[in-house]
């Protein structure tokens, strides 16, 4: 497709349990990012990929997030034993590779809005 | 580091009156600052973005906004609202080179115009 796109659009799930979204970038982008936005908040960084790896994940809350992106393209953000804190809309953004050919512009999808029962 | 503060988490105007949304930055190296907005059900949309060309930055649908270093500010205007301006914006900032898409977002100004 044209822009980012990012399933589940919304993800019910039970305290505890296991979850995953994912993310398709724009075609041609390197760069992938995962935000995750609270309600009432702006968004906050969580992790960066260019290509396979994760070029910073300092965001990451704790060691119950994890992300990947395998192919250099699509990227899955993981959750385990979620917690009722975890809900908020996690936002996927790409672009081109920072510093070169891109002047910070992100390409964001229109998230998906996690709620933890 | 690298900080936003938006001053006012929501703003009304009447249509055809002057928009401002206040953004002060902290950046501890020279940054990029973006506006993005948001509209109901829908991402996040880059409205216009400085970085370290022309202080006065213009972007979509009428907006713009003026690069202030002496007051750490990067306010956004429009001259005139619009009704289909109603929407959430964000102003952000980065360090610019390989840290340029780990942006900092303020908490976001609410803009409700009035017919």
């Known amino acids: 497709g044209a822009g980012v796109s990012q399933t589940p659009s919304n993800k019910v799930t039970e305290k505890g349990k296991y979850v995953e979204l994912r993310c398709d970038p724009i075609s041609g982008h390197t760069a992938l990012y995962w935000y995750r936005q609270s309600l009432g908040q702006g968004p906050e960084f969580l992790i960066y990929?260019?290509?396979?790896?994760?070029?910073?994940d300092s965001g990451l809350p704790n060691d119950r997030f994890f992300a990947v992106r395998p192919e250099g393209s699509v990227s899955t953000l993981k959750i385990q034993r979620t917690e009722r804190g975890d809900s908020a809309v996690y936002l996927c953004?790409?672009?081109?590779?920072?510093?070169?050919?891109?002047?910070?512009?992100?390409?964001f999808g229109e998230g998906s809005r996690l709620t933890v029962l | 580091a690298q900080s936003v503060t938006q001053l006012g988490s929501h703003v009304s105007v009447s249509e055809g009156a002057l928009v401002l949304l206040r953004c002060n930055y902290s950046s501890s190296v020279p940054p990029y600052l973006f506006w993005y907005v948001q509209y109901p059900n829908q991402g996040l949309q880059l409205l216009l973005k400085y970085t370290s060309a022309a202080t006065l930055v213009k972007g979509i649908n009428g907006f713009e906004a003026e690069f202030k270093k002496s007051e750490t500010s990067f306010h956004l205007t429009k001259p005139s609202a619009h009704m289909s301006d109603a929407a959430e914006y964000f102003c952000?900032?980065?360090?610019?080179?390989?840290?340029?898409?780990?942006?900092?977002f303020g908490r976001g100004t609410q803009l409700t115009v009035w017919p």
């Open positions: 953004a790409s672009s081109l590779q920072p510093g070169q050919t891109s002047t910070g512009e992100l390409f």
């Open positions: 952000a900032v980065s360090g610019g080179g390989s840290t340029l898409g780990r942006l900092y």
């Open positions: 990929f260019q290509g396979t790896g994760a070029a910073d």
